[in-house]
Nanobody
Framework: QVQLQESGPGLVKPSQTLSLTCTVSGGSITTNYYCWSWIRQPPGKGLEWMGAIAYDGNTYYSPSLKSHTSISRDTSKNQFSLQLNSVTPEDTAVYYC???????????WGQGTQVTVSS
């Protein structure tokens, strides 16, 4: 059973960089043909897919976030990470990591981590 766990600071100041890590257990992030995504949900709004890194290291981003989002991985730790630059209070959300087969349905999710952007 694959398990995902998000970690990172719960409070980030405006204009700073938000950095989160997802630790995966029960399966390798390099296994064909899985993709590993970041999704967020701002308060009172729906889920927003931010981007993903595939088993082969290729990355995919939401067009609306691509300019200030970066997803990377550390295969030795079986982790993948999100960096969101120049954050504003509108980036306040619960952030989730999740797995899909290809860019299909997200079938395994982490529990989510609250990130608040505030001075």
């Amino acid at each position: 059973q694959v398990q995902l766990q998000e970690s990172g600071p719960g409070l980030v100041k405006p204009s700073q960089t938000l950095s989160l890590t997802c630790t995966v257990s029960g399966g390798s992030i390099t296994t064909n043909y899985y993709c590993w995504s970041w999704i967020r949900q701002p308060p009172g709004k729906g889920l927003e897919w931010m981007g993903a890194i595939a088993y082969d290291g290729n990355t995919y981003y939401s067009p609306s976030l691509k300019s200030h989002t970066s997803i990377s991985r550390d295969t030795s730790k079986n982790q993948f990470s999100l960096q969101l630059n120049s954050v504003t209070p509108e980036d306040t959300a619960v952030y989730y990591c999740a797995r899909s087969e290809g860019l299909g349905s997200l079938n395994y999710w982490g529990q989510g981590t609250q990130v608040t952007v505030s001075s």
